[in-house]
C-alpha cells in the first residue's frame, strides 16, 4: 500500500535560513509520481512540483530545490533564503502509475513559520 | 480563468442533518476529485468523477456520495452528518482523469458539525 511521511510537523526558521522538509515514501510500484503541494491560510491546495520514477533529476526552480532519491524513498523539498510569505504548510503526495494513476495519497504536512 | 469554485465556503450543521457541497471546475477540465481534510486525518481522497461516470471512491462509508454533472460541475452529498463529518472538503479538478498531473484546487467548504 502507498503511504507517505512528512515527519516534520512544524519547523520554525529565522527569515533567509535555508529549510529543508522531508518526505519519505512507501510504494511497491515502480513507476510513480511524487508530488509537492502548498496550502496557504485560504485553504486551497497549490501545486508546485511533479516528478516521475524515473526521473531523479533534481530540479530547482528559483529559491526552491527538489531532491529525489529513489535509493531512500525521499523526496526532500529545501527552500533557499526563507521569506516570511514562505509561511504555509507544505504537502508531499504520492501517485502509483502502474495500472493507471491512482488518487492522491498525501502526507500530514509540515507546517513552515518563518520569523522576520 | 477562473479558478475552481466551491460553495457555500463555510457551513454549520447539527448531527442527522445533510449537506450538499458543490465543485465548479476550471473551465474545459472534465474530471473532478473531492477530498476531506481533518487535522486528524490528514487529507483524504473521497472520490473522482469524469464525464458524469465516477472513477475512483475512496474509503469512505456510504453516507457520502457525489455526482457529476454534464456541465462537469459536481457536487458532493453527505446524509446523517456525525460530529466526526467536520472537515475542510476541497474539490480539485483536472483536464483529464487519472493524469496524474496538476491538480487545481479550490479553497475548500468548511463544514461543522454540532
Known amino acids: 500500500a502507498q503511504k507517505v511521511t512528512q515527519a516534520q510537523t512544524e519547523i520554525s526558521v529565522v527569515e533567509k535560513e535555508d529549510v529543508t522538509l522531508d518526505c519519505v515514501y512507501e510504494t511497491r510500484d515502480t513507476t510513480y509520481y511524487l508530488f509537492w503541494y502548498k496550502q496557504p491560510p485560504s485553504g486551497e491546495l497549490v501545486f508546485l512540483i511533479r516528478r516521475n520514477s524515473f526521473d531523479e533529476q533534481n530540479e530547482i526552480s528559483g529559491r526552491y530545490s527538489w531532491n529525489f532519491q529513489k535509493s531512500t524513498s525521499s523526496f526532500n523539498f529545501t527552500i533557499t533564503a526563507s521569506q516570511v510569505v514562505d509561511s504555509v504548510v507544505y504537502f508531499c503526495a504520492l501517485s502509483e502509475a502502474q495500472s493507471g494513476n491512482t488518487p492522491l495519497v498525501f502526507g500530514k504536512g509540515t507546517r513552515l513559520s518563518v520569523i522576520a | 480563468k477562473a479558478g475552481v469554485t466551491q460553495t457555500p465556503r463555510y457551513l454549520i450543521k447539527t448531527r442527522g442533518q445533510q449537506v450538499t457541497l458543490s465543485c465548479s471546475p476550471i473551465s474545459g477540465h472534465r474530471s473532478v476529485s473531492w477530498y476531506q481534510q481533518t487535522p486528524g486525518q490528514g487529507l483524504q481522497f473521497l472520490f473522482e468523477?469524469?464525464?458524469?461516470?465516477?472513477?475512483n471512491k475512496g474509503n469512505f462509508p456510504g453516507r457520502f456520495s457525489g455526482r457529476q454533472f454534464s456541465n462537469s460541475r459536481s457536487e458532493m452529498n453527505v446524509s446523517t452528518l456525525e460530529l466526526g463529518d467536520s472537515a475542510l472538503y476541497l474539490c480539485a479538478s483536472s483536464i483529464l482523469a487519472g493524469e496524474a498531473g496538476e491538480l487545481f484546487f479550490g479553497e475548500g467548504s468548511r463544514l461543522t458539525v454540532l
Open positions: 468523477y469524469f464525464s458524469e461516470t465516477q472513477r
